[in-house]
T-cell receptor
Framework: SAVISQKPSRDICQRGTSLTIQCQVD?????MFWYRQQPGQSLTLIAT?????????ESGFVIDKFPISRPNLTFSTLTVSNMSPEDSSIYLC???????????FGPGTRLTVL | DQQVKQNSPSLSVQEGRISILNCDYT??????FLWYKKYPAEGPTFLIS?????DKNEDGRFTVFLNKSAKHLSLHIVPSQPGDSAVYFC????????????FGKGTHLIIQP
């Protein structure tokens, strides 16, 4: 399975600011995904990020709010822009890997917006 | 509209017995189903998956059963161990597993000594 790291592991931010979250994988992968888990809720897919193409966003998520970069096959960033307290969540990246298209997740970034 | 449902927020099972976690789905396009285990402050850990062309998949103490006509799947853990105490998420996707996942709300499994 792929080994995935995320930076930062946690952060506390002021409303109106932006935070960029990094996701690094130890092997080359074609498909990467970004999810968020709001307090007490399940995981929700934000977008799919494939190298060399624009990210594909799910309903309710827009590029201006959550811009994503995917410069190569081992790295991606998610920016949470113009933050409000409602953006307080755990943000997770995942990659498609394995013989049966399993998705493996990073440890997550816990974001608190004051 | 929740497409993947886990109707039991929590489940308590005695150590050594069988744990059965249930999941229902509504989207007929789902063709790949996965179970994840999550500890606090960690990302979900992949446990086991099943394709819609199968009705059972087994890996050690974990077995997943799929009933397509009922749109229901279950995860069996036997025997249950204290380290199994965690939140378990059911997830599904289409495209043979290559799409983003739709998750249920999770079931908190507590293994009693």
């Amino acid at each position: 399975s792929a080994v995935i790291s995320q930076k930062p592991s946690r952060d506390i931010c002021q409303r109106g600011t932006s935070l960029t979250i990094q996701c690094q994988v130890d092997s080359q992968v074609t498909m990467m995904f970004w999810y968020r888990q709001q307090p007490g809720q399940s995981l929700t897919l934000i977008a799919t990020a494939n190298q060399g193409s624009e990210a594909t966003y799910e309903s309710g998520f827009v590029i201006d709010k959550f811009p994503i970069s995917r410069p190569n096959l081992t790295f991606s960033t998610l920016t949470v822009s113009n933050m409000s307290p409602e953006d307080s969540s755990i943000y997770l990246c995942s990659v498609l890997s394995g013989a049966y298209n399993e998705q493996f997740f990073g440890p997550g970034t816990r974001l608190t917006v004051l | 509209d929740q497409q993947v449902k886990q109707n039991s927020p929590s489940l308590s099972v005695q150590e050594g017995r069988i744990s059965i976690l249930n999941c229902d789905y509504t989207n007929s396009m789902f063709d790949y189903f996965l179970w994840y285990k999550k500890y606090p402050a960690e990302g979900p850990t992949f446990l086991i998956s099943i394709s819609s062309i199968k009705d059972k998949n087994e890996d050690g103490r974990f077995t997943v059963f799929l009933n397509k006509s009922a749109k229901h799947l279950s995860l069996h853990i036997v025997p249950s161990q204290p380290g199994d105490s965690a939140v378990y998420f059911c997830a599904a996707n289409s495209g043979g597993g290559a799409d983003g996942l739709t998750f249920g709300k999770g079931t908190h499994l507590i293994i009693q000594p």
